[in-house]
């Protein structure tokens, strides 16, 4: 919940950044934002945030994912951990909206990820497990699914796990996205780490085993500070 018009001369600071990487950048910014940073973002992709799992109706205050669509953007994050936590979304709830998404042609950025409880009692690969079962429908392809794993510890804290510990996860997802949907397929799903990436680590980071980017939260609210990530990645 970050970001009005005043801050859209941002967008291209990013482009020009964007325009010599060989990173897919990506921006999700709020719904009223949407269609303005559509229409300015040269070489940046577009993307909501949520989307409601019903295409249209009474539920104020929502936006549905052929709304987002409307608007140009072609990804949208599902089952943030603020989402869940929020607005408690269940597994159940994120199968719904990716099956909307999908609907209506987007990309969806499916976030998962364990609390600090829940790794302290070495529990982590199990709910990682769990959530990619419950949350991600059949027939997910390279094109229209992106894993995002944040450990919920690590978002905003300025804690980050260990290399190995990146690399235990994401290894983890790779191989269950290999057993349930092939090879092909599996190797084929982006998997992004989100959990305090920034442009001291990104680097490092980007190079664990199975990292395919990132999801960058507070870091990229400046252009300034996202641009070197960027540029460290790309």
């Not at 094109?143 to 190995?164: C, F, K, R, S």
Request: proline letters at 2%; glycine letters at 8%.
């Amino acid at each position: 919940m970050n970001g009005l018009q005043e801050n859209l001369h941002e967008i291209k600071i990013l482009s020009d950044t964007a325009k010599v990487s060989n990173c897919e950048v990506i921006i999700c910014p709020p719904a009223t934002l949407l269609r303005n940073m559509n229409d300015i973002s040269d070489h940046i992709t577009v993307g909501g945030q949520t989307c409601h799992s019903n295409a249209a109706g009474a539920h104020t205050g929502d936006i549905s994912a052929q709304m987002i669509a409307d608007c140009g953007a072609t990804y949208v994050i599902l089952g943030h951990s603020e989402r869940r936590s929020d607005h408690d979304e269940t597994d159940a709830d994120v199968h719904a909206t990716t099956l909307a998404a999908w609907y209506a042609g987007l990309s969806a950025i499916v976030c998962i990820g364990e609390s600090l409880t829940e790794r302290k009692a070495v529990e982590t690969l199990n709910v990682i497990s769990a959530q990619l079962s419950a949350s991600i429908p059949d027939k997910a392809t390279g094109e229209n699914l992106v894993i995002a794993y944040e450990p919920i510890w690590a978002i905003g804290t300025g804690l980050t796990p260990t290399l190995d510990q990146i690399a235990e996860v994401h290894n983890f997802i790779r191989t269950y996205l290999e057993n349930r949907f092939g090879y092909d397929i599996g190797n084929s799903i982006r998997i992004l780490y989100g959990g305090s990436m920034n442009a001291k680590n990104a680097a490092d980071i980007a190079n664990v085993s199975n990292v395919d980017g990132g999801l960058v939260g507070g870091a990229s609210l400046k252009a300034a500070d996202f641009s070197q990530i960027i540029q460290t990645l790309g």
